[in-house]
């Protein structure tokens, strides 16, 4: 499988449990850089500095909600060129926003529309 991530536009690996997903999302990310992996509530936390660092060029989601509010602050994550790094005890910083990938093993992973410019999933099976 041969996926390349683009800036603004998020990955979505969807499929049944153990059938690889995350093994192929840390394949592909570490085609581009060093890449962390976190759970959904960790992106939604306050402070993000432990995977939104200059140095982290991809993130590695586990999980995904079709909260429409969610997934609208997701959107737009994905789409700004920058986002603030939130340090506790800290001013936030500016830093270049990375690439994202969604795995998950929910039957319909988000709910966006077809022509959704910000997301490319692809369904993973045991097979690849």
């Known amino acids: 499988m041969d996926i390349k991530l683009e800036k603004g536009k998020a990955l979505v690996l969807f499929g049944a449990r153990q059938c690889g997903k995350t093994s192929m999302a840390k394949k592909i990310a570490e085609a581009h850089g060093k890449y962390a992996h976190i759970t959904m509530s960790e992106l939604f936390g306050t402070f993000n500095s432990a995977f939104i660092r200059p140095d982290i060029n991809t993130v590695i989601v586990e999980g995904f909600i079709d909260n429409p509010r969610d997934v609208s602050k ?16 800290k001013n936030p910083e500016v830093g270049e926003t990375p690439h994202f990938i969604f795995c998950t093993g929910d039957k319909k992973p988000i709910q966006i529309t077809l022509k959704d410019r910000r997301f490319t999933t692809h369904m993973y099976t045991l097979e690849g």
Do not use: R, V, Y
Request: glycine share 6%; aromatic share 0%; hydrophobic share 40%.
């Open 74 to 89: 997701i959107k737009s994550i994905i789409s700004e060129k920058n986002i603030l790094i939130n340090t506790k005890g």
